[in-house]
């Protein structure tokens, strides 16, 4: 198999090769475009189209798969990311507050990567912790019971400095 150009990280190449040994190789788009979003952050159109070449599955698939789920990104976020749960636990309890709050202080929208890269936001359905409600993830971090008057600090946790 060819291993120079590569769009995708050595480890991801030798996991497919793992995938394509095993039977109906291609269950496992799911799993290879996780651990490719993990390594490079999101799913870049060269990185998908090496995926599909690799793996033997129409580019289409791969595309149609990749946006099926919405935790794939295809633009590349932020060093930290930002995630509002909008799940109903979350939202009756102001997550549409707070989620405006990190817009309106980062200067962004939903979906948006701050210009310097720094900081991005999306928002998520139930994230599972709704006793925590409302919830807010920055990248692996979770913030439970935000108020609106605690999303600066959030932000400063991470190196945020404009008022
Ligand atoms: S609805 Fe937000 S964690 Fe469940």
Same mark, same amino acid.
């Given at each position: 198999? $060819? ?31 996780? $651990? ?11 990185? %998908? ?24 990104? /295809? ?10 749960? %909008?799940?109903?636990a979350? /939202? ?38 709704c006793?925590?409600a ?30």
């Open positions: 198999m $060819k291993t120079e150009n590569t769009a995708l990280p050595p480890e991801i190449v030798d996991y497919i090769d793992e995938c394509l040994n095993k039977d109906r190789s291609e269950s496992y788009l799911i799993p290879v475009l996780q $651990k490719v979003q993990e390594h490079i952050g999101f799913l870049s159109r060269k990185s %998908m189209d090496e995926v599909s070449w690799r793996m033997q599955v129409p580019a289409a698939t791969v595309t149609g798969v990749a946006s099926f789920y919405h935790f794939f990104t /295809f633009k590349p976020r932020g060093e930290y990311r930002v995630t509002v749960c %909008m799940g109903t979350c /939202f009756v309890r102001g997550a549409d507050k707070v989620l405006e709050q990190f817009k309106e202080l980062l200067n962004i929208d939903e979906g948006e990567t701050s210009e310097d890269g720094t900081f991005s936001i999306d928002c998520a359905r139930c994230i599972g912790a006793a925590l409302p919830v807010v993830l920055v990248n692996d971090r979770v913030y439970g019971n935000v108020k609106v008057s605690e999303v600066a600090g959030i932000l400063r946790d991470h190196g945020f400095e404009k008022e």
